[in-house]
């Protein structure tokens, strides 16, 4: 593709356009999203380029879409919500993220951190992720394939961990890989009961901090090719 192709490609036209996405911007900073760095990265990032060519046209709606194997992106408001969760005591220069999915959520991430070390247990979602990750020049980003209930135990600890399905359970695994002082977002429960919840690697154990109910599909166990 050419560089003019490319450019027009990644800024967008029509609905998918600059315009557009300032509109969602607005939404999410009247729905109470408030962290100007992590704003300003969903402004650029061209979520279009996430998701199947037939749904790029509401690629700036304030909504979760299917990207195939049962799985979804996430609606812009949870991804900028998480983002904010995690930066929301500084920093984070290594972070650990638990699905990669379509690479939006990682795209996002590896604007506002130094490291983000990605897992995903289906690898051909995994492999167009890297695909769009590489095209927009982000390579700060390591992935692994494999099952999220482990982690990524080689390259523990981390200072920041999202998750970006929902488990039944707090996995053990990942609160033994935050760092002192860490911060794990991670939706918890089944079905439409569930709640994202901030749990804090603190000096005697972890503190936990149930948030907003939330819609995520499962995080299962097991990597698939």
């Known amino acids: 593709m050419a560089r003019g192709q490319d450019d027009l490609q990644h800024r967008g036209i029509g609905m998918t356009s600059q315009r557009t996405r300032e509109r969602l911007i607005q939404r999410l900073y009247e729905e109470g999203l408030s962290n100007a760095s992590v704003l300003e990265v969903i402004r650029r990032t061209p979520r279009h380029l996430f998701v199947d060519e037939a749904f790029a046209h509401r690629a700036y709606e304030d909504t979760a879409l299917p990207i195939g194997h049962n799985q979804t992106i996430s609606q812009p408001y949870m991804v900028g919500r998480m ?32 490291r983000v070390f990605s897992v995903e247990r289906i690898q051909a979602l995994q492999e167009r992720a890297k695909e769009r990750l590489q095209a927009l020049n982000l390579r700060n980003v390591v992935f692994r394939w494999g099952d999220g209930w482990e982690g990524w ?3 523990a600890s981390y200072n920041g961990i999202i998750v970006t399905a929902a488990a039944a359970e707090v996995p053990q695994a990942l609160l033994d890989q935050l760092a002192p002082g860490g911060r794990l977002v991670i939706p918890v429960g089944a079905g439409d009961v569930q709640q994202l919840m901030l749990i804090v690697r603190e000096e005697n154990g972890f503190s936990r901090h149930v948030l907003d109910a939330v819609r995520f599909v499962p995080l299962l166990n097991g990597p698939v090719a």
């Open 83 to 114: 983002t904010e969760l995690l930066l929301a005591a500084g920093p984070l220069d290594k972070v650990l993220e638990i699905g990669t999915g379509s690479g939006y959520q990682t795209a996002v991430l590896a604007q506002v951190v130094e």
């Open 153 to 155: 135990p080689a390259l």
